[in-house]
């Protein structure tokens, strides 16, 4: 499964909980229109159209219609996947794109040129509120082109706050504790790690969530590895593998891991009869769904690396907001105005009242309401400081299809770490070459 795939699938667990907008809609402007209507400015808002968030587009303009009588917004979709993709850089290319974008923030958005295609927002009075992590997925050495929208979500282990307590165990910050409390758990006769291979792409946490303790000992490795200087084969990467096969070889997986679907795991974390489930933040909106009385019992901690100082939460950033070149005169002055209230009070607003948080927001003037779970804050700590990385896919578009594969194949014993990772090394070559990579 891609990056693409991978983010999206999750997204429409227990409803959209990264509001990256979309609503089947509606006109099919895009900055061809006049932008001017007795004394109106009009601009047109491109989106996916997810159903799941449709919603939260259609309240952001209503809300900021209501904040600015002199601007209308007109709502535009797009398809998702790559059908989505190759329509945003045909309509970059041909000077039709719409006047305000909701589109991908990481590699996707590098790959539409945007030193020549986007507007720098960079001096805008918001820039300076958005998290530096955030900053760096929408930025090239020349500008910031990208406003953030929705919140983030970490891939880490969700654990239950109940059974820790009970075995009167502390959270990890070294893989060695983390398999400690593991086997402590395990004798108590609880199922010490969740796994669900009835849904394939779950086998990946282990290997995606170990990403910011990769950069945490190797600042530049995302750059490296896209120049193909770097592979999973080695350390530091080659342990999100040793840590799939090492759960399997001390038995610390649930008796049912090659069945289990995503609910099953999500309910014996719930119930307490399994302890630890490398997840996507995001995933606890299912929880709320389905076992509402026990989300106060669900906390998250990042995946351990094997020195605390390298123990990194790796976030899934949200998507991003952006301006064409082609956007000019009032309609420039309009669409810079809509970014502005997407990220202001009013519009954190329209975003909380209409989608379930999985995780911080990116920019300090969106605060999460009170209700959100309260794993929530355990997530916020590792971004107060500075303990966070964006997950590999926002920092280079390298992936391959085959992850989930290789992975469910480790995890099961049927492939060591160290073949799982050559595997998985040789499954990223062909997309490489497609991308026209150097040095593959």
């Known amino acids: 499964m891609s990056a693409r795939s991978l983010t999206t699938r999750l997204l429409a667990i227990g409803g959209a909980t990264v509001l990256i907008g ?47 009588p002199e601007i209308t917004v007109k709502l535009d979709t797009k398809p998702q996947g790559t059908d989505g993709d190759n329509l945003v850089k045909t309509r970059l290319s041909t000077g039709e794109m719409a006047d305000v974008f909701n589109y991908n923030s990481g590699s996707l958005m590098q790959a539409l040129n945007p030193d020549n295609t986007l507007v720098d927002l960079s001096k805008e009075s918001w820039a300076k509120d958005v998290d530096p992590q955030f900053t760096k997925v929408v930025s090239t050495d020349k500008g910031m082109y990208g406003a953030p929208f929705g919140t983030s979500f970490g891939g880490a282990v969700l654990y239950n706050k109940k059974v820790y307590a009970k075995l009167g165990l502390s959270v990890p910050t070294t893989w060695a504790e983390f398999i400690s409390n593991s086997e402590k758990i395990k004798d108590a006769g609880i199922a010490p790690i969740i796994q669900t291979y009835g849904d394939t792409w779950t086998s990946q946490l282990f290997v995606l969530a ?28 080659l342990a999100g593998f040793q840590h799939l096969q090492e759960g399997k070889d001390k038995d610390l997986y649930n008796k049912d891991y090659a069945s289990a679907t995503q609910a099953n795991g999500l309910k ?31 906390g998250a901690f990042a995946l351990p690396a094997a020195n605390a100082d390298d123990t990194n939460l790796t976030i899934w950033e949200p998507n991003g907001l952006y301006i064409p070149k082609t956007t000019t005169g009032d309609k420039l002055t309009a669409a810079k105005k809509f970014i502005a209230f997407a990220n202001s009070s009013g519009g954190c607003k329209v975003q909380n009242d209409t989608g379930t948080p999985g995780g911080p927001y990116v920019i300090s003037t ?19 400081e ?20 290789i992975c469910v194949q480790v995890g099961s014993g049927i492939t060591s770490a160290a073949k799982g990772a050559d595997q998985y090394d040789e499954d990223v070559v062909q997309q490489a070459q497609q991308l026209g990579l150097k040095g593959w």
């Open 386 to 405: 500075k303990k966070a990385s964006p997950a590999l896919e926002f920092l280079s578009p390298i992936k391959g299809p085959n992850l989930e594969k």
């Open 210 to 237: 170990d990403f910011g303790n990769i950069t945490a000992q190797q600042k530049n490795w995302a750059t490296q590895y896209t120049k193909h200087k770097e592979s999973y084969a080695k350390q530091p990467a």
């Open 268 to 298: 014996m974390l719930a119930d307490g009869t399994g302890a630890q489930y490398p997840m996507l933040t995001n995933a606890i909106s299912a929880i709320q769904q389905d076992s509402p009385d026990a989300v106060n019992d669900i």
């Open 366 to 384: 969106c605060t999460l309401p009170d209700s959100v779970p309260p794993m929530i804050d355990d997530l916020q700590k590792y971004l107060d």
């Open 22 to 68: 979309g609503l089947a809609a509606c006109s099919s402007g895009g900055s061809a229109d006049t932008g001017s209507s007795g004394g109106k400015t009009t601009i047109t808002y491109l989106v996916d159209n997810a159903e799941a968030t449709g919603v939260t587009a259609k309240a952001l303009i209503t809300a900021f219609e209501k904040a600015n």
